[in-house]
Protein backbone atom coordinates (compact mmCIF):
# COMPACT_ATOMS: atom_id res chain seq x y z
CA UNK A 1 0.00 0.00 0.00
CA UNK A 2 1.97 3.25 -1.14
CA UNK A 3 2.57 5.90 1.59
CA UNK A 4 2.07 9.36 1.66
CA UNK A 5 4.70 11.75 1.41
CA UNK A 6 5.88 14.18 4.51
CA UNK A 7 6.04 17.97 2.68
CA UNK A 8 5.98 19.81 6.09
CA UNK A 9 7.23 19.42 9.67
CA UNK A 10 6.86 21.74 12.44
CA UNK A 11 8.05 20.73 16.13
CA UNK A 12 7.54 22.62 19.26
CA UNK A 13 9.75 22.37 22.88
CA UNK A 14 11.43 19.25 21.88
CA UNK A 15 14.83 18.97 23.06
CA UNK A 16 16.53 22.06 22.19
CA UNK A 17 13.83 23.13 19.66
CA UNK A 18 11.24 25.33 21.15
CA UNK A 19 9.65 26.22 17.95
CA UNK A 20 11.23 25.08 14.82
CA UNK A 21 8.31 26.83 12.56
CA UNK A 22 6.64 25.01 9.12
CA UNK A 23 9.70 23.56 7.92
CA UNK A 24 8.94 22.56 4.19
CA UNK A 25 10.40 19.55 3.12
CA UNK A 26 11.39 17.49 -0.08
CA UNK A 27 12.14 14.57 -1.27
CA UNK A 28 16.21 15.09 -0.30
CA UNK A 29 16.32 17.94 3.30
CA UNK A 30 19.49 18.88 4.53
CA UNK A 31 20.50 20.78 8.18
CA UNK A 32 23.85 21.95 8.36
CA UNK A 33 25.69 23.75 11.43
CA UNK A 34 27.92 23.39 14.44
CA UNK A 35 28.04 20.59 17.25
CA UNK A 36 25.68 20.64 19.65
CA UNK A 37 23.20 22.85 17.54
CA UNK A 38 20.44 20.62 17.40
CA UNK A 39 20.44 18.97 13.77
CA UNK A 40 19.98 15.74 15.26
CA UNK A 41 16.97 16.70 17.37
CA UNK A 42 14.96 18.17 14.59
CA UNK A 43 15.69 14.32 12.77
CA UNK A 44 14.89 13.12 16.36
CA UNK A 45 11.80 14.68 16.38
CA UNK A 46 10.87 13.67 12.94
CA UNK A 47 11.47 10.07 14.04
CA UNK A 48 9.19 10.45 17.13
CA UNK A 49 6.34 11.35 14.80
CA UNK A 50 6.98 8.88 12.40
CA UNK A 51 7.74 5.83 14.57
CA UNK A 52 4.22 6.63 16.64
CA UNK A 53 6.96 6.34 19.68
CA UNK A 54 6.46 8.66 22.94
CA UNK A 55 9.36 11.27 23.66
CA UNK A 56 10.70 10.54 26.96
CA UNK A 57 10.56 13.04 29.96
CA UNK A 58 14.20 14.82 29.17
CA UNK A 59 13.11 15.37 25.37
CA UNK A 60 10.75 17.94 27.16
CA UNK A 61 12.79 21.53 26.23
CA UNK A 62 15.10 22.17 29.33
CA UNK A 63 13.27 19.21 30.97
CA UNK A 64 10.58 21.60 32.16
CA UNK A 65 7.94 22.69 28.98
CA UNK A 66 4.72 20.87 29.93
CA UNK A 67 3.89 19.91 26.32
CA UNK A 68 5.52 18.37 23.10
CA UNK A 69 3.87 19.01 19.71
CA UNK A 70 5.30 17.50 16.66
CA UNK A 71 3.20 18.17 12.98
CA UNK A 72 3.68 16.50 10.21
CA UNK A 73 1.52 17.71 7.05
CA UNK A 74 1.59 14.69 4.14
CA UNK A 75 0.75 14.73 0.29
CA UNK A 76 -0.24 11.51 -1.91
CA UNK A 77 -2.93 10.71 0.06
CA UNK A 78 -3.79 7.17 -1.15
CA UNK A 79 -7.34 6.62 -2.17
CA UNK A 80 -7.62 3.62 0.54
CA UNK A 81 -7.12 5.87 3.05
CA UNK A 82 -9.87 8.60 1.95
CA UNK A 83 -12.15 5.74 1.63
CA UNK A 84 -11.42 4.38 5.25
CA UNK A 85 -10.95 7.29 7.24
CA UNK A 86 -14.79 8.64 8.86
CA UNK A 87 -16.05 11.98 7.19
CA UNK A 88 -14.97 13.94 10.46
CA UNK A 89 -11.28 13.68 9.34
CA UNK A 90 -11.64 13.81 5.82
CA UNK A 91 -9.05 15.86 3.86
CA UNK A 92 -10.63 19.19 2.64
CA UNK A 93 -7.53 19.39 0.36
CA UNK A 94 -4.86 17.15 -1.25
CA UNK A 95 -3.14 17.21 2.14
CA UNK A 96 -3.64 15.54 5.50
CA UNK A 97 -2.46 16.81 8.45
CA UNK A 98 -1.35 14.64 11.72
CA UNK A 99 -0.69 15.96 14.98
CA UNK A 100 1.09 14.34 17.84
CA UNK A 101 0.67 16.13 21.36
CA UNK A 102 2.67 15.27 24.70
CA UNK A 103 2.19 15.92 28.10
CA UNK A 104 4.71 15.72 30.32
CA UNK A 105 4.21 13.65 33.63
CA UNK A 106 6.34 13.29 36.36
CA UNK A 107 7.75 9.97 37.03
CA UNK A 108 6.29 7.70 34.03
CA UNK A 109 6.20 8.04 30.39
CA UNK A 110 3.76 11.30 28.97
CA UNK A 111 0.42 10.81 28.34
CA UNK A 112 -0.10 11.18 23.93
CA UNK A 113 -3.11 12.29 22.27
CA UNK A 114 -3.58 12.31 17.98
CA UNK A 115 -5.13 14.69 15.82
CA UNK A 116 -5.96 14.39 12.40
CA UNK A 117 -7.01 17.56 10.03
CA UNK A 118 -7.96 18.99 13.74
CA UNK A 119 -9.88 16.66 14.90
CA UNK A 120 -8.89 14.54 18.12
CA UNK A 121 -8.45 10.89 17.15
CA UNK A 122 -11.38 8.27 18.63
CA UNK A 123 -13.33 5.16 17.90
CA UNK A 124 -14.69 4.72 14.51
CA UNK A 125 -11.85 6.94 12.78
CA UNK A 126 -10.97 3.81 10.87
CA UNK A 127 -13.77 2.30 8.97
CA UNK A 128 -11.48 -1.09 8.01
CA UNK A 129 -13.65 -3.94 6.16
CA UNK A 130 -17.08 -2.63 7.28
CA UNK A 131 -15.97 -2.28 11.18
CA UNK A 132 -15.33 0.77 12.97
CA UNK A 133 -12.15 0.43 14.44
CA UNK A 134 -11.08 1.04 18.31
CA UNK A 135 -8.64 4.44 18.92
CA UNK A 136 -6.03 2.45 19.56
CA UNK A 137 -6.61 0.44 16.19
CA UNK A 138 -7.44 3.18 14.05
CA UNK A 139 -4.21 5.10 15.15
CA UNK A 140 -2.40 2.05 14.68
CA UNK A 141 -3.57 1.37 11.02
CA UNK A 142 -2.89 4.77 9.93
CA UNK A 143 0.42 4.59 11.19
CA UNK A 144 1.17 1.08 9.54
CA UNK A 145 -0.02 1.52 6.43
CA UNK A 146 0.13 4.73 4.88
CA UNK A 147 2.89 7.34 7.10
CA UNK A 148 6.47 6.22 5.47
CA UNK A 149 8.15 4.09 7.68
CA UNK A 150 11.26 5.79 9.09
CA UNK A 151 14.75 4.43 8.93
CA UNK A 152 17.34 5.84 11.54
CA UNK A 153 20.86 5.91 10.84
CA UNK A 154 22.32 7.57 13.80
CA UNK A 155 25.71 9.52 13.80
CA UNK A 156 27.69 6.87 16.35
CA UNK A 157 27.32 4.01 14.06
CA UNK A 158 28.03 0.57 15.67
CA UNK A 159 28.39 -1.68 11.92
CA UNK A 160 28.64 -4.79 13.87
CA UNK A 161 25.12 -3.84 15.97
CA UNK A 162 23.62 -2.65 12.39
CA UNK A 163 24.16 -5.76 10.49
CA UNK A 164 22.49 -8.37 13.34
CA UNK A 165 19.43 -9.88 12.47
CA UNK A 166 17.31 -8.05 14.93
CA UNK A 167 14.54 -5.30 15.40
CA UNK A 168 15.82 -1.49 14.60
CA UNK A 169 18.83 -2.69 12.26
CA UNK A 170 19.32 -2.01 8.65
CA UNK A 171 19.91 -5.31 7.78
CA UNK A 172 16.70 -6.19 9.60
CA UNK A 173 14.74 -3.52 7.86
CA UNK A 174 16.08 -4.63 4.47
CA UNK A 175 16.30 -9.13 4.79
CA UNK A 176 13.12 -9.30 7.22
CA UNK A 177 10.68 -8.25 4.12
CA UNK A 178 12.93 -9.63 1.64
CA UNK A 179 12.75 -13.32 3.20
CA UNK A 180 9.37 -12.83 3.59
CA UNK A 181 8.53 -11.88 0.15
CA UNK A 182 10.12 -15.54 -0.21
CA UNK A 183 7.48 -17.02 1.19
CA UNK A 184 6.66 -20.62 2.68
CA UNK A 185 3.75 -22.97 2.40
CA UNK A 186 1.36 -23.42 5.42
CA UNK A 187 0.95 -27.26 5.08
CA UNK A 188 3.97 -28.07 4.95
CA UNK A 189 5.76 -29.65 7.96
CA UNK A 190 8.22 -28.02 10.27
CA UNK A 191 11.48 -29.54 9.35
CA UNK A 192 10.11 -28.66 5.40
CA UNK A 193 9.64 -25.23 6.55
CA UNK A 194 13.18 -25.71 8.41
CA UNK A 195 14.75 -27.25 5.27
CA UNK A 196 13.01 -24.43 2.67
CA UNK A 197 13.89 -21.31 4.73
CA UNK A 198 17.30 -22.73 4.99
CA UNK A 199 17.62 -22.72 1.44
CA UNK A 200 16.09 -19.67 1.03
CA UNK A 201 17.87 -17.85 3.30
CA UNK A 202 21.00 -19.25 1.13
CA UNK A 203 19.67 -18.09 -1.52
CA UNK A 204 18.71 -14.70 -0.69
CA UNK A 205 22.02 -13.71 0.85
CA UNK A 206 24.06 -14.73 -2.32
CA UNK A 207 21.42 -12.39 -4.23
CA UNK A 208 22.14 -10.30 -1.37
CA UNK A 209 25.89 -10.44 -1.25
CA UNK A 210 25.83 -9.66 -5.04
CA UNK A 211 23.80 -6.38 -4.85
CA UNK A 212 26.06 -5.78 -1.87
CA UNK A 213 29.49 -5.92 -3.99
CA UNK A 214 28.18 -3.72 -6.91
CA UNK A 215 27.12 -0.91 -4.24
CA UNK A 216 30.70 -0.97 -2.24
CA UNK A 217 32.64 -1.28 -5.57
CA UNK A 218 31.33 1.82 -6.53
CA UNK A 219 32.63 3.35 -3.35
CA UNK A 220 35.91 0.97 -3.16
CA UNK A 221 37.02 -0.30 -6.23
CA UNK A 222 39.28 -2.83 -4.37
CA UNK A 223 36.55 -4.55 -3.27
CA UNK A 224 36.30 -7.81 -4.94
CA UNK A 225 33.41 -9.40 -3.01
CA UNK A 226 30.76 -9.30 0.05
CA UNK A 227 30.18 -12.46 1.51
CA UNK A 228 26.81 -12.85 3.53
CA UNK A 229 26.01 -16.24 5.46
CA UNK A 230 23.28 -16.86 7.32
CA UNK A 231 24.35 -19.50 9.53
CA UNK A 232 22.31 -22.49 10.39
CA UNK A 233 18.21 -21.98 11.15
CA UNK A 234 17.82 -23.72 14.79
CA UNK A 235 14.18 -23.44 17.00
CA UNK A 236 16.36 -21.95 19.54
CA UNK A 237 18.11 -19.31 18.34
CA UNK A 238 17.58 -16.55 16.08
CA UNK A 239 18.88 -16.32 12.76
CA UNK A 240 22.80 -14.40 12.92
CA UNK A 241 23.93 -13.61 9.63
CA UNK A 242 27.53 -11.85 9.40
CA UNK A 243 28.89 -10.26 7.00
CA UNK A 244 32.39 -9.91 6.07
CA UNK A 245 34.38 -8.45 3.09
CA UNK A 246 36.82 -9.86 0.50
CA UNK A 247 39.74 -7.44 -0.53
CA UNK A 248 41.29 -8.09 -3.83
CA UNK A 249 44.42 -7.79 -2.06
CA UNK A 250 43.78 -9.66 0.97
CA UNK A 251 44.27 -13.18 1.78
CA UNK A 252 41.09 -13.81 3.43
CA UNK A 253 37.77 -12.29 3.65
CA UNK A 254 37.20 -9.91 6.96
CA UNK A 255 34.44 -9.47 9.00
CA UNK A 256 32.84 -5.99 8.66
CA UNK A 257 32.96 -4.60 12.24
CA UNK A 258 37.06 -5.17 11.72
CA UNK A 259 36.92 -2.92 8.87
CA UNK A 260 37.44 1.04 9.09
CA UNK A 261 34.94 2.87 10.67
CA UNK A 262 34.38 4.68 7.03
CA UNK A 263 34.37 1.34 5.59
CA UNK A 264 31.11 0.73 7.73
CA UNK A 265 29.86 3.82 6.59
CA UNK A 266 29.84 3.09 3.69
CA UNK A 267 28.36 -0.60 4.18
CA UNK A 268 25.57 0.98 5.93
CA UNK A 269 24.98 2.91 2.91
CA UNK A 270 25.02 0.10 0.58
CA UNK A 271 22.66 -1.32 2.67
CA UNK A 272 20.11 1.42 2.18
CA UNK A 273 21.02 1.46 -1.75
CA UNK A 274 20.05 -1.87 -1.74
CA UNK A 275 16.82 -1.97 0.10
CA UNK A 276 15.93 0.89 -2.29
CA UNK A 277 16.64 -1.24 -5.45
CA UNK A 278 15.11 -3.99 -3.60
CA UNK A 279 11.48 -2.69 -3.48
CA UNK A 280 11.65 -4.29 0.05
CA UNK A 281 9.40 -1.40 1.26
CA UNK A 282 6.10 1.22 0.06
CA UNK A 283 7.20 3.79 1.22
CA UNK A 284 10.23 4.89 3.45
CA UNK A 285 11.92 8.42 5.43
CA UNK A 286 15.83 8.11 5.94
CA UNK A 287 17.24 10.19 8.65
CA UNK A 288 20.96 9.95 8.24
CA UNK A 289 22.87 11.46 11.31
CA UNK A 290 26.32 12.86 9.90
CA UNK A 291 26.56 10.53 6.61
CA UNK A 292 30.10 12.47 5.96
CA UNK A 293 31.38 10.62 9.25
CA UNK A 294 34.66 8.86 8.85
CA UNK A 295 34.76 9.49 4.99
CA UNK A 296 37.39 11.35 3.10
CA UNK A 297 35.63 14.46 0.83
CA UNK A 298 35.83 12.06 -2.27
CA UNK A 299 33.99 9.67 -0.74
CA UNK A 300 31.76 12.19 0.70
CA UNK A 301 31.10 13.45 -2.35
CA UNK A 302 29.89 9.95 -4.03
CA UNK A 303 28.08 9.74 -0.48
CA UNK A 304 25.97 12.27 -1.53
CA UNK A 305 25.38 11.05 -5.10
CA UNK A 306 24.10 8.28 -3.67
CA UNK A 307 22.07 9.78 -0.89
CA UNK A 308 20.52 11.98 -4.04
CA UNK A 309 19.49 8.41 -6.17
CA UNK A 310 18.25 6.70 -2.65
CA UNK A 311 15.62 10.24 -2.21
CA UNK A 312 14.53 9.81 -5.39
CA UNK A 313 12.43 7.16 -4.34
CA UNK A 314 11.42 8.44 -0.63
CA UNK A 315 12.43 10.66 1.39
CA UNK A 316 15.85 11.72 3.31
CA UNK A 317 16.82 13.98 5.84
CA UNK A 318 20.53 14.49 6.93
CA UNK A 319 22.51 16.35 9.63
CA UNK A 320 25.40 17.45 9.10
CA UNK A 321 28.87 19.84 9.54
CA UNK A 322 30.59 18.98 6.55
CA UNK A 323 30.85 21.85 3.66
CA UNK A 324 30.92 18.82 1.02
CA UNK A 325 27.30 17.80 1.88
CA UNK A 326 26.31 21.03 1.50
CA UNK A 327 23.87 19.87 -2.02
CA UNK A 328 24.04 23.65 -4.42
CA UNK A 329 23.18 21.22 -7.70
CA UNK A 330 19.75 19.85 -6.58
CA UNK A 331 16.62 20.78 -5.11
CA UNK A 332 17.29 19.84 -2.26
CA UNK A 333 16.04 21.95 1.02
CA UNK A 334 18.93 23.10 2.91
CA UNK A 335 18.61 24.49 6.21
CA UNK A 336 20.50 26.17 8.68
CA UNK A 337 20.59 25.04 12.16
CA UNK A 338 22.20 27.43 15.10
CA UNK A 339 21.29 27.71 18.93
CA UNK A 340 20.89 30.47 21.21
CA UNK A 341 20.81 30.51 24.23
CA UNK A 342 19.73 27.00 24.80
CA UNK A 343 17.34 27.59 22.25
CA UNK A 344 18.10 25.73 18.40
CA UNK A 345 16.70 27.89 16.01
CA UNK A 346 16.45 26.59 12.03
CA UNK A 347 16.68 28.77 8.41
CA UNK A 348 15.85 27.92 5.01
CA UNK A 349 18.63 28.96 3.00
CA UNK A 350 17.17 28.98 -0.23
CA UNK A 351 20.01 29.50 -3.40
CA UNK A 352 22.40 31.07 -1.12
CA UNK A 353 24.46 28.26 -0.17
CA UNK A 354 27.41 30.34 1.09
CA UNK A 355 24.75 31.48 4.31
CA UNK A 356 25.63 27.65 5.42
CA UNK A 357 29.07 27.82 4.40
CA UNK A 358 29.64 31.09 6.70
CA UNK A 359 27.42 28.93 9.48
CA UNK A 360 30.17 26.20 9.80
CA UNK A 361 33.33 28.79 10.33
CA UNK A 362 34.26 27.52 6.55
CA UNK A 363 36.11 29.98 4.21
CA UNK A 364 35.44 30.05 0.82
CA UNK A 365 39.50 29.18 0.20
CA UNK A 366 38.60 25.92 2.54
CA UNK A 367 36.41 24.67 -0.45
CA UNK A 368 36.70 23.93 -3.96
CA UNK A 369 33.20 25.17 -4.92
CA UNK A 370 33.27 23.13 -8.34
CA UNK A 371 35.81 21.96 -11.60
CA UNK A 372 33.99 24.06 -14.02
CA UNK A 373 31.82 27.23 -13.86
CA UNK A 374 29.05 28.22 -16.36
CA UNK A 375 28.49 31.58 -16.17
CA UNK A 376 25.24 33.14 -17.65
CA UNK A 377 23.37 36.62 -17.15
CA UNK A 378 20.83 36.29 -14.95
CA UNK A 379 19.13 33.96 -12.14
CA UNK A 380 16.38 32.79 -15.01
CA UNK A 381 19.24 31.41 -16.92
CA UNK A 382 20.39 29.79 -14.18
CA UNK A 383 17.74 27.40 -12.78
CA UNK A 384 16.68 26.95 -16.74
CA UNK A 385 20.34 25.74 -17.45
CA UNK A 386 20.29 23.90 -14.45
CA UNK A 387 16.88 21.83 -15.30
CA UNK A 388 18.20 21.50 -18.88
CA UNK A 389 21.70 19.43 -17.92
CA UNK A 390 19.76 17.10 -15.23
CA UNK A 391 16.94 16.28 -17.78
CA UNK A 392 19.83 15.31 -20.55
CA UNK A 393 23.10 14.35 -19.16
CA UNK A 394 22.50 11.51 -16.28
CA UNK A 395 25.42 12.00 -14.61
CA UNK A 396 25.40 15.81 -14.49
CA UNK A 397 25.80 16.39 -10.76
CA UNK A 398 28.85 14.02 -10.64
CA UNK A 399 30.79 16.49 -13.10
CA UNK A 400 30.52 19.44 -10.26
CA UNK A 401 29.37 22.04 -12.63
CA UNK A 402 28.14 25.19 -11.05
CA UNK A 403 26.08 27.53 -13.15
CA UNK A 404 26.61 31.20 -12.01
CA UNK A 405 25.11 34.53 -13.02
CA UNK A 406 26.67 37.39 -13.28
CA UNK A 407 24.16 39.70 -13.54
CA UNK A 408 22.80 40.47 -16.88
CA UNK A 409 24.81 42.31 -19.83
CA UNK A 410 25.25 45.30 -18.37
CA UNK A 411 27.46 43.94 -15.44
CA UNK A 412 28.79 41.15 -18.12
CA UNK A 413 30.40 43.46 -20.36
CA UNK A 414 32.62 44.46 -17.49
CA UNK A 415 33.77 41.34 -16.49
CA UNK A 416 37.25 40.72 -17.07
CA UNK A 417 37.87 37.14 -18.68
CA UNK A 418 41.44 37.02 -16.52
CA UNK A 419 39.87 37.84 -13.24
CA UNK A 420 37.27 35.19 -13.65
CA UNK A 421 39.95 32.68 -13.84
CA UNK A 422 41.57 33.48 -10.95
CA UNK A 423 37.90 32.42 -9.24
CA UNK A 424 38.44 29.27 -11.28
CA UNK A 425 40.66 28.61 -14.05
CA UNK A 426 37.90 26.34 -15.78
CA UNK A 427 35.01 28.46 -17.36
CA UNK A 428 32.27 28.91 -20.23
CA UNK A 429 29.57 31.44 -20.95
CA UNK A 430 26.33 31.14 -22.27
CA UNK A 431 24.95 34.66 -23.76
CA UNK A 432 21.43 35.35 -24.36
CA UNK A 433 21.80 36.84 -28.41
CA UNK A 434 19.00 39.60 -27.58
CA UNK A 435 18.72 39.66 -31.45
CA UNK A 436 15.00 40.73 -31.91
CA UNK A 437 14.73 39.90 -36.03
CA UNK A 438 16.02 37.22 -38.11
CA UNK A 439 17.90 39.97 -40.61
CA UNK A 440 19.30 41.79 -37.18
CA UNK A 441 22.52 40.58 -35.55
CA UNK A 442 23.21 39.94 -31.34
CA UNK A 443 22.71 43.32 -29.15
CA UNK A 444 25.94 45.40 -29.46
CA UNK A 445 27.26 44.61 -26.08
CA UNK A 446 27.05 40.64 -26.41
CA UNK A 447 29.05 40.59 -29.43
CA UNK A 448 31.83 42.43 -27.49
CA UNK A 449 32.08 40.27 -24.42
CA UNK A 450 32.15 37.23 -27.27
CA UNK A 451 34.73 38.93 -28.93
CA UNK A 452 36.51 39.58 -25.31
CA UNK A 453 36.64 35.83 -24.40
CA UNK A 454 37.12 34.75 -27.44
CA UNK A 455 40.38 36.31 -27.23
CA UNK A 456 41.01 34.90 -24.04
CA UNK A 457 40.69 31.67 -25.48
CA UNK A 458 37.40 30.85 -23.31
CA UNK A 459 34.41 29.07 -24.56
CA UNK A 460 31.43 31.24 -25.23
CA UNK A 461 28.37 30.30 -26.59
CA UNK A 462 25.89 32.77 -28.08
CA UNK A 463 22.16 31.36 -28.07
CA UNK A 464 21.04 31.59 -32.10
CA UNK A 465 17.30 32.49 -30.92
CA UNK A 466 16.48 35.97 -28.52
CA UNK A 467 16.60 34.32 -25.11
CA UNK A 468 16.36 30.97 -23.63
CA UNK A 469 12.44 31.42 -23.56
CA UNK A 470 12.46 31.23 -26.90
CA UNK A 471 13.41 27.72 -27.66
CA UNK A 472 10.32 26.17 -25.30
CA UNK A 473 7.62 24.60 -27.13
CA UNK A 474 4.03 25.92 -27.68
CA UNK A 475 3.00 22.17 -25.73
CA UNK A 476 4.61 22.81 -22.80
CA UNK A 477 3.97 26.43 -22.36
CA UNK A 478 0.13 25.55 -22.49
CA UNK A 479 0.57 23.25 -19.87
CA UNK A 480 2.59 24.98 -17.07
CA UNK A 481 0.86 28.44 -18.34
CA UNK A 482 -2.91 26.93 -18.79
CA UNK A 483 -2.88 28.64 -22.16
CA UNK A 484 -3.96 27.57 -25.63
CA UNK A 485 -1.49 28.34 -27.93
CA UNK A 486 -0.32 27.14 -31.43
CA UNK A 487 3.29 26.59 -32.95
CA UNK A 488 3.13 29.87 -34.21
CA UNK A 489 2.97 31.57 -30.94
CA UNK A 490 6.69 30.72 -30.10
CA UNK A 491 8.85 32.96 -32.26
CA UNK A 492 12.73 33.07 -32.99
CA UNK A 493 13.15 36.52 -32.03
CA UNK A 494 9.83 37.40 -29.89
CA UNK A 495 9.74 38.96 -26.57
CA UNK A 496 8.18 35.68 -24.77
CA UNK A 497 7.67 36.94 -21.70
CA UNK A 498 5.48 39.52 -22.71
CA UNK A 499 3.66 37.29 -24.99
CA UNK A 500 2.94 34.83 -22.40
CA UNK A 501 1.67 37.26 -19.62
CA UNK A 502 -0.18 39.00 -22.71
CA UNK A 503 -2.00 35.80 -22.59
CA UNK A 504 -2.40 34.78 -19.27
CA UNK A 505 -5.42 35.67 -17.08
CA UNK A 506 -5.58 39.16 -14.54
CA UNK A 507 -4.39 38.13 -11.18
CA UNK A 508 -2.01 35.58 -13.01
CA UNK A 509 1.85 36.33 -14.51
CA UNK A 510 4.45 33.98 -16.03
CA UNK A 511 7.49 33.31 -13.36
CA UNK A 512 10.26 33.55 -15.35
CA UNK A 513 12.17 30.97 -13.04
CA UNK A 514 10.06 28.46 -11.57
CA UNK A 515 7.51 28.37 -14.93
CA UNK A 516 10.58 28.20 -17.15
CA UNK A 517 12.14 25.21 -14.85
CA UNK A 518 8.64 23.72 -15.24
CA UNK A 519 8.69 24.43 -18.94
CA UNK A 520 11.56 22.28 -19.95
CA UNK A 521 10.70 19.20 -17.58
CA UNK A 522 7.62 19.30 -19.63
CA UNK A 523 9.00 19.61 -22.58
CA UNK A 524 11.61 16.74 -21.90
CA UNK A 525 9.55 14.63 -20.29
CA UNK A 526 7.51 14.31 -23.13
CA UNK A 527 10.52 14.23 -25.84
CA UNK A 528 10.91 17.24 -26.55
CA UNK A 529 14.76 18.51 -25.95
CA UNK A 530 16.68 22.30 -26.64
CA UNK A 531 19.80 20.61 -28.55
CA UNK A 532 21.40 23.94 -29.05
CA UNK A 533 22.13 24.33 -25.57
CA UNK A 534 22.41 20.52 -24.99
CA UNK A 535 25.73 20.44 -27.04
CA UNK A 536 27.04 23.01 -25.34
CA UNK A 537 26.82 21.96 -22.08
CA UNK A 538 28.18 18.10 -23.43
CA UNK A 539 30.95 20.57 -24.35
CA UNK A 540 31.23 21.91 -21.00
CA UNK A 541 31.39 18.15 -19.74
CA UNK A 542 34.14 17.35 -22.14
CA UNK A 543 36.56 20.01 -21.04
CA UNK A 544 36.01 18.54 -17.44
CA UNK A 545 36.91 15.18 -17.96
CA UNK A 546 40.06 16.52 -19.43
Request: charged share 30%.
Amino acid sequence: MPSMTLCEFHAQNFKSIVDSGGLETDDLNIFIGKNDAGKSSILEAIDCLLSRDKPSNHHFHQKEADEIVLTGTFIDIPDTLREQLHDDYAPESDKITIRREFKRRENTTPSATTYVNGEELSAGAIVYDDERLTKAQSRNHIWEQFLPRPIWIPAERDVKEETKLKGGTILNDLLEPILKRGGIDEDDSLQDHIDNLEDSLTATASDLGTELTDKMQSHMPDVANINVETGSVKISKAISPTISIEDRYMPEDVNVSERGSGVGSLLILSLMQTYVDQEVGEGYCLLFEEPGNFLHPAAERKMLNALRSIAEKGQAYISTHSQVMIDQKSDANLYVVRRTDGKTGVTHVGDDAFAAINEIGARNSDILQSDFVIYVEGPTEVKVVEEIARCAIDDWTEHNITVQHLGGTGNMIHCEPERLARINRNFAILLDSDQKSADGRPKAEVREIQDRFHDHDTRCKVLERREIENYYSHESINEICYLNVDESFVGKYDDMEEKINRCMDDGYGFNKIEDGKKIVKHMYENGEQIAEVEDFLWECVAEVAE
